[in-house]
Structures are given as C-alpha cells and as structure tokens.
C-alpha cells in the first residue's frame, strides 16, 4: 500500500503558498495524490489550487503557528505537532522546538544560516536528514477557470483593456504597506497609460483601499467583494501586479503573472516571490528590514522614499 502523507499546514496564506514546492516534491514519485493537508479554513482554497493535494481537512488551530512538515510532519508550535500524535501517526517530522520534540518520531534542528529562505526550510522535511535538499520548485496554483469566469460577470469585470492589480493591504501591519499616496499616484499613472486598475484585497484590506477608490474613482474597488480563491483566479487575469508582501504577493506569483513587489520592513531574502516573471521593489537603509508590524523609528523611510515614480517604472517594463 502506498504510503499516505500529511501536511501540517501554516497558518499565513503567503506561508501556504510558500508550501507548495513541499507538495511538489512530495507528490513526484506518487501515481495518485496521496498528499492530505490539515489547514486552517482560510488556507483551504489555496490547497485546493495545489495539483497533488487529495484532501484538505480542517485545522483546529487558530493564527499563530508557523512553518510546514512533511510525512507527518509539522510546524514549529507544540500544538501543531499534537493532532498527529494523538492521531498515533508512525512517522512525525518536523523542527524542534516549543518542547515538541517529544512528540516527534524524527525532530530537526533548523540551520537558519545555511536555509535562509522559508521554502527551502519545508522542501528540507521532504528528504532524510543529511541528504541533499533539491532546489525548489516556484510555487504553482492553478486557477478554476469556471469560478474566473463567473466572478467576471457577477463583479461586472471585463478584460477589454491590460489590467493592474494592484493590492495595498498586508495583512502583518502598517509597515508592510506602501504608502496610501504612492498608491494614489500609481493608480491615476496606469489609467493615464490605459490600464484598468482593480483593487484586491480581503474585507481588512478595504481600510487600505478606500481612500485610494475615493481618490481615484476610475478604478474597481474589488477588496472584500471575493473570497480567497476567487482571488486568486482574478490575479491570473492581471497584465501586471503590484502588491505590498502579502499572500497576495505570493499568489500572483504563483499564477505566473508580471508582479512587483513591494518590500520595507520585511526581507525578500526570507519570503520572497518565487518567479521568474516577479520583480522585488525595494530600497537599502540601514533599519531594513526590521520585520515589526509598525515602524520602531517613526519615519517608515524603507517604503516612504520608495517612489511611485519608480514603481510604475517597474510595472510598465514588466508588462510590456
């Protein structure tokens, strides 16, 4: 019998995303999917766009913990390693910590130094410890295409002209936003050059794009209107995206559209968006990246002195 896998799933969608190179590797060998994932309701449409995921079962857990396992394998918190063990899972892997190694059958110890980037911290639960841990995969979602399309009419979208997507919230805090008037500048230049531009985000993003919607009315405020998923598919209609580092960031990524992406207070060494057709937007200051939720100094230099000038330089290249 072949051997069934489980994921313990991240609580971040930017995270889950970040995931996907683990499934990949996971699933290569298998002739069916064979790969389930326990998640957090809200990650669950991300899995469901993941080829190789049979079963999305529901998480108990709430926002909080992080990290990703393989063959029953877990993330960082002790709460996350406690589903499988009361499942009596044979086979637990995951990194050690929060005193839960006990209740793993094959505990690591994670070198921060020699994998600085999340990804490559799942994608190394995939192999025997010791052994060589395979470059990863970009991540890949695939987008339903009968939900883009009723989404389409129901919003009353059309794709008549290139579209930008531009996506102002972060859901960790105010520093990983850019700026509500570089937005606004954005917005009114990509007009200018005959774009339409949509707004995405969830129901706490809607703070973040109101005043760009009221600013520039030409554009579609579409933050709180979809769920997760629907999301997701409408990021792969985008002719180019600009989006704060978020899940959506990741998202756009992974459906493989031109993407700029915004960096201050948080480092595109760690997280950053894995594609070829993505381009990080950043400035060097000595502060950054300083990963707090608001600016500890009080100038939020790191996005502020990022221009919009520049930005839309950046989008135009990556959608001509």
């Not at 010791?130 to 059309?158: D, F, H, K, S, Y």
């Amino acid at each position: 019998m072949a051997e069934r896998i489980l994921v313990v799933a991240p609580s971040w969608v930017g995270d889950a995303i970040l995931s996907e190179p683990l499934v990949a590797v996971l699933r290569e060998p298998l002739e069916e999917p064979m790969v389930d994932v326990l998640a957090p309701p809200w990650c669950a449409p991300v899995y469901a766009r993941m080829r190789g995921v049979a079963r999305t079962l529901d998480s108990p857990f709430d926002h909080g913990e992080l990290g990703l396992v393989r063959r029953r394998a877990l993330p960082h918190s002790f709460k996350s390693a406690l589903v499988p063990w009361l499942a009596r899972i044979p086979r637990r892997i995951g990194y050690a910590g929060e005193a839960r190694s006990a209740l793993l059958t094959d505990a690591r110890r994670l070198d921060r130094n020699a994998m600085p980037r999340l990804v490559d911290r799942f994608v190394a639960l995939a192999v025997p410890e010791g052994q060589l841990v395979p470059t990863p995969p970009a991540p890949v979602l695939v987008p339903n295409a009968a939900n883009t399309n009723e989404a389409m009419r129901a919003l009353g979208l059309a794709t008549r002209r290139p579209i930008a997507i531009l996506c102002p919230g972060a859901e960790f805090g105010p520093a990983k936003r850019w700026p509500t008037e570089h937005f606004v500048v954005l917005a009114r230049r990509l007009l200018d050059a005959g774009y339409a531009v949509w707004l995405l985000g969830s129901p706490n993003d809607q703070p973040a794009a109101a005043p760009i919607a009221s600013a520039v009315q030409a554009t579609r405020d579409l933050t709180g209107r979809t769920d997760l998923g629907t999301a997701i598919d409408l990021l792969s209609l985008a002719t180019v995206v600009v989006s704060n580092d978020s899940g959506l960031m990741h998202a756009a990524a992974a459906v493989a559209r031109p993407l700029i992406a915004l960096f201050g207070s948080s480092s595109p060494v760690y997280t950053p968006p894995l594609s070829s057709t993505a381009r990080v937007a950043k400035i060097d200051i000595e502060c950054s990246p300083c990963f707090k939720r608001e600016c500890p100094l009080g100038h939020f230099k790191c996005m502020r002195d990022l221009s919009p000038e520049l930005v839309y330089a950046l989008a135009r290249n990556a959608s001509a």
